[in-house]
Each structure stands twice: as C-alpha cells, then as structure tokens.
C-alpha cells in the first residue's frame, strides 16, 4: 500500500505536466521502487489534463512483465486498473493522501511456479524453514523440532497444486541420526465466497506412504485459516479474489481490492 501512495502523490504532485510526461515520470517512480522488470509501463488516462489539480484522474494503469518486487521473487505478469480516483490536493503537500471516495483496483498477476521455487530456494527464504516445530502424528503432544529441506510447488491442471519437501529432523540424544522424511501434499485450491482461498480434498503422503484422512484435514484446516482475505479488512482494505485458475506451470489470480483510507502513511 506504500508503494501505491506513492505512485498517486507522484502523479498527482506533478499536474502541471503534459500527460506523455506524467506516464514516463509514474513509471520511472515505480522502476525506482521494485528491483528490476524486463517491462513496466503506466498509463495515466487524465482528461481534460485540468482535472487533475484537482485532485482526479479518470484511471491509472500498470503492466509488468517478468517484475522482481525482490532479488529472489519474480512475478510473470502483473495487470492493475484503478476506477475513478479522488483525493483532496489540499492536503496533498504535507505528504498525505485523503481520498474522497473509497480507491477501487481490479489486478492480475500470473505467477509461475518455477519462480516460486526458485525463490524458496533463496538464502532468505530457506532461513525461515529452520528448527520447523511439526506434529506429524496430529496428536499435539511430542512435535518435532524438524528442517524443511529442498521445498517445491509445483501447479497442476485441474485447480490442483502440489507441495513436496524432506523433512529432516533435528539430533536428539534418543537419535542422534535421525532419517529424513518426504512429505508431498497434493490439494486443490478454491476460493469461497471471494473472501476465502481454500484447501480441499488433501492427500498427504509421508515416504509414499498416504497419511490418515483425519490427519489430512487437521492440516488443511490450519492452513486455510491462514488463507482468510477477511484478515485485510482490519487494515481498512476489502479485498476479494474474482478468478483462481491453475494451469500446468502457472497460477493466475484476478481479484479487486477497495480501500477507504491509504494506510501506513
């Protein structure tokens, strides 16, 4: 959300400039905030160019391809469209924005799963896989303190997408060379009322081996609590995805997102 305000206090600090120039101004803001993008355009659609000393432009858009939001993530394709924005300019030199009416965005992003892995492979990702406290038996009594080595997500035709990794226990005096483990998930991925992406229909296998359906479950329903979009809305930010789709290799999402106020400013 920083990054967005920043992009409306760019465009509309500078409204005196013809509109090929706030275009080429908004994207170089934008260049200047991600790590690299092999493209990235903005299009301000702003007329009559007056308006926006006003504080209103008809619509913004971005297009990325192949966009590095960090040295290890790359995103294949993002599309964003605004409706209709207002802020008051008033306020607009003291560094905030007030808008007068709720912001509304409709975005696509395409995100391939070798780019996943290639980021879960980073240095920094692979830190927070570290002394992992796991119960496998879903009993909540003895977990184990594991690493989760070699992760992988791979995306499968039918909404399905699966996880694999090796788990590999931490020594302990009991066993001192523990073997590790691997665990592959294959789920399908569903969205709920917009507001809710959801695991369904688990199946978890350990060395090849599938787990107990009710161990299954219990995993499931740990992970879609964390899948809850209604999360955002103590931020001030509705948002709702539209469209999840998987084909083999890729994920593409589609979904709108309205807010009322821009926080962390």
């Given at each position: 959300?920083?990054?967005?305000?920043?992009?409306?206090?760019?465009?509309?600090?500078?409204?005196?400039?013809p509109?090929?120039a706030?275009?080429?101004?908004?994207?170089?803001?934008?260049?200047?905030?991600?790590?690299?993008?092999?493209?990235?355009?903005?299009?301000?659609?702003?007329?009559?160019?007056?308006?926006?000393?006003?504080?209103?432009?008809?619509?913004?858009?971005?297009?990325?391809?192949?966009?590095y939001?960090?040295?290890?993530?790359?995103?294949?394709?993002?599309?964003?469209?605004?409706?209709?924005?207002?802020?008051d300019?008033?306020?607009l030199?003291?560094?905030?924005?007030v808008?007068?009416?709720?912001?509304?965005?409709?975005?696509?992003?395409?995100?391939?799963?070798?780019?996943?892995?290639?980021?879960?492979?980073?240095?920094?990702?692979q830190?927070?896989?570290?002394?992992?406290?796991?119960?496998?038996?879903?009993?909540?009594?003895?977990?184990?303190?594991?690493?989760?080595?070699?992760?992988?997500?791979?995306?499968?035709?039918g909404d399905?997408?699966?996880?694999?990794?090796?788990?590999?226990s931490?020594?302990?005096?009991?066993?001192?060379?523990?073997?590790?483990?691997?665990?592959?998930?294959?789920?399908?991925l569903?969205?709920?009322?917009?507001?809710?992406?959801?695991?369904?229909?688990?199946?978890?296998?350990?060395?090849?081996?599938?787990?107990?359906e009710k161990?299954a479950?219990?995993?499931?329903?740990?992970l879609?609590?964390?899948?809850d979009?209604?999360?955002?809305?103590?931020?001030g930010?509705?948002?709702?995805?539209?469209?999840?789709?998987?084909?083999e290799?890729?994920?593409?999402?589609?979904?709108?997102?309205?807010?009322d106020?821009?926080?962390?400013?």
């Amino acid at each position: 959300m920083e990054l967005f305000a920043g992009l409306l206090t760019t465009v509309l600090g500078i409204a005196g400039a013809p509109g090929i120039a706030i275009d080429k101004i908004a994207t170089d803001f934008l260049r200047g905030q991600i790590v690299r993008a092999d493209v990235l355009e903005v299009r301000v659609d702003n007329a009559p160019n007056y308006q926006i000393l006003l504080g209103n432009v008809d619509r913004i858009r971005v297009a990325g391809r192949g966009v590095y939001v960090l040295d290890f993530l790359r995103i294949d394709q993002v599309d964003l469209e605004t409706d209709p924005i207002s802020i008051d300019p008033n306020v607009l030199q003291s560094g905030k924005i007030v808008l007068r009416r709720p912001l509304q965005a409709a975005v696509r992003v395409v995100l391939r799963s070798e780019d996943i892995n290639t980021a879960l492979r980073s240095p920094t990702i692979q830190s927070s896989f570290k002394s992992l406290s796991i119960d496998i038996t879903g009993t909540n009594r003895n977990p184990e303190i594991i690493d989760l080595i070699n992760p992988e997500v791979t995306f499968l035709e039918g909404d399905r997408i699966r996880l694999a990794a090796t788990l590999q226990s931490q020594p302990k005096p009991t066993q001192p060379k523990p073997s590790p483990l691997n665990v592959s998930v294959n789920a399908e991925l569903k969205t709920i009322g917009g507001t809710k992406l959801q695991i369904v229909n688990p199946r978890i296998e350990l060395e090849g081996t599938p787990v107990p359906e009710k161990i299954a479950q219990a995993f499931a329903q740990g992970l879609n609590k964390v899948l809850d979009l209604r999360q955002l809305e103590s931020k001030g930010i509705t948002a709702r995805v539209l469209k999840l789709e998987f084909t083999e290799g890729k994920m593409q999402v589609i979904g709108f997102a309205k807010m009322d106020t821009i926080p962390n400013q």
